[in-house]
């Protein structure tokens, strides 16, 4: 699956930085289909490659706000051999409006 399609970066770019909005618009999820690890991310730096957002792996109190690479998502094989997906079903939403698990 391609993670990021041009619609996807015209969104990020629309958008721009989003470092000083206390409610963040969530651009696009990324999840690991057979296993721990959800990346929600906010802003995409693409001369870095770079994306920043909120990231949770167990779903407990190590989740965070960080930065994360494209090419690491890219990279990642998990079970079956099975990469990082992109959630096509999410709109891009403020932070506060997804359904969380543990925030």
Known sequence: MKLLTKEILERFRKIGN???VEDPVVICK???PTGAGTWYATEFDE???IFFGYVSIFWDWNDEWGSFALEELESFRGRFGLGIERDRG???????ELDLLYR
């Open 47 to 49: 001369a870095e490659g």
């Open 30 to 32: 990324f999840f690991n």
């Open 90 to 96: 999410l709109e891009p939403k403020k932070f506060s």
């Open 18 to 20: 989003q470092s000083e």
